[in-house]
């Protein structure tokens, strides 16, 4: 069975960072492009930031943009998401997902980071950003 667990949420205030992982049970990451969604109170699901199997390139929305970053440690089999300068919008839950890079390619397209079409996703990792 394939799974995806994240792990790292909390309580942060304003200002102050985070560091999310993604693990895997059942394949092994670095074969699959990694995205990281969120989705706020009241709010649709959005996609942050994902990294390409591979080249490793990632793509990434623009609300995020020097702010977060995302790693893979391969043999620990874990993708990293580092948040800093947090803010309340950023409160939210936190998924992993995946998708094959056999069937979808290398890299993670900015498309794909909208569409959130992927195959696999964790339960996701509650962010909580308040004084």
């Known amino acids: 069975q394939l799974q995806l667990v994240e792990s790292g949420g909390g309580l942060v205030q304003p200002g102050g960072s985070l560091r999310l992982s993604c693990s895997a049970s059942?394949?092994?990451?670095?074969?699959?492009?990694i995205g990281w969604f969120r989705q706020a109170p009241g709010k649709e699901r959005e996609g942050v930031i994902c990294?390409?199997?591979?080249?490793?390139?990632?793509n990434w929305i623009d609300s995020v943009s020097g702010r977060f970053t995302i790693s893979r440690d391969n043999a620990k089999n874990v993708v990293y998401l580092q948040m800093n300068s947090l803010t309340p919008v950023d409160t939210a839950v936190y998924y992993c997902?995946?998708?094959?890079?056999?069937?979808?390619?290398?890299?993670?397209?900015?498309?794909?980071?909208?569409?959130?079409?992927?195959?696999?996703w964790g339960q996701g990792t509650l962010v909580t950003v308040s004084s």
């Open positions: 997902a995946a998708n094959a890079a056999d069937r979808w390619g290398n890299h993670c397209s900015g498309d794909m980071l909208r569409t959130g079409n992927f195959d696999i």
């Open positions: 059942g394949f092994t990451l670095d074969s699959y492009i």
């Open positions: 990294i390409g199997s591979g080249d490793g390139r990632p």
